[in-house]
């Protein structure tokens, strides 16, 4: 497939010798508008990669923090086209930061594969990151995805053994989740010299970047983990941030984006703080 934003953002974080930081927020949550204007934000505060979750009423990969972001994305009415329409608006004033949809297959299949795919690539949409269709079943979206220019993100876990490894990285393309902990999204913190030895592991077996994420909060253990991987996913405390600044009634206030913003700022930090030759 031809490079990708991701592709390019990956590389050029790699000519300055550090990692990425990706950041991830709900679509929608706790409303369209405050989504476009965390988007509209986020990269001034220093993420390299965005990832935007399609609302899904049974996340079962995600924690507390992100199911609950997912039930106020839903009860204010997004949709799949919604979060479409969200990249389509973004696209508009930024043509260079790329953007992952995560979620769940059943609203895509709801939408019609073909239909997402090709949605998804007019809107602006750059991969996707699909948690619950296993390579087995590559068909039904990762091919047509590759084929359309979309990148299709895997996931990897600590319990990915060498034997099934190979099988999780074929089709992958743009950059390899390592999920750092077994769990849920936000529910433990993953340990940096054993995230460390996974990386390197997987680096046998792919040149793709590797990003790390799940249990990720500030600057200083996105640091650790970044002097090893060539991403840093923070998710669960991003979310964790909109909620803790809403009113009584759900709803965003004046602190949403700032306290969002501040903390990316900080996270972004941590990842500058790692230099490493740039043919690491």
């Given at each position: ?195 460390a030895e996974s990386v390197a592991r997987i680096k046998r077996h792919t040149h ?21 991987a060539d991403g840093v996913v923070v998710g669960s405390a991003i979310v964790a ?40």
């Amino acid at each position: 497939m031809t490079e990708t934003r991701i592709d390019r953002r990956f590389a050029a974080l790699k000519s300055e010798g550090r990692p990425a930081l990706v950041t991830f927020m709900t679509a929608g949550d706790p409303d369209p508008a405050t989504t476009l204007a965390l988007l509209h934000a986020l990269p001034a505060a220093g993420a390299d990669v965005i990832e935007l979750g399609m609302p899904f009423s049974d996340p079962m990969a995600d924690g507390l923090a992100i199911q609950a972001a997912g039930l106020r994305a839903l009860k204010g009415g997004q949709t799949l086209n919604k979060t479409l329409d969200l990249v389509r608006e973004f696209r508009k004033s930024d043509d260079a930061t790329p953007i992952v949809l995560m979620g769940y297959y059943n609203p895509i299949y709801s939408h019609g594969s073909e239909a997402f795919v090709r949605d998804a690539k007019a809107a602006g949409v750059d991969g996707l990151i699909i948690v619950d269709l296993p390579p087995e079943a590559d068909d039904e979206l990762c091919i047509p995805a590759l084929a359309a220019g979309l990148n299709f993100i895997r996931l990897a876990t600590p319990t990915t053994d060498d034997q099934r490894l190979p099988m999780v990285l074929r089709n992958t393309s743009g950059f390899v989740y390592y999920v750092s902990i077994n769990g849920i999204t936000g529910s433990a913190a993953p340990d940096a010299s054993r995230v460390a030895e996974s990386v390197a592991r997987i680096k046998r077996h792919t040149h793709l970047p590797v990003a790390v994420g799940f249990g990720v909060r500030t600057a200083e253990q996105a640091a650790a983990i970044g002097a090893n991987a060539d991403g840093v996913v923070v998710g669960s405390a991003i979310v964790a941030a909109i909620a803790a600044s809403l009113d009584d009634e759900g709803r965003a206030t004046a602190a949403t984006v700032p306290a969002v913003v501040n903390l990316v700022s900080s996270l972004a930090s941590g990842v500058a703080s790692v230099r490493r030759s740039a043919a690491a």
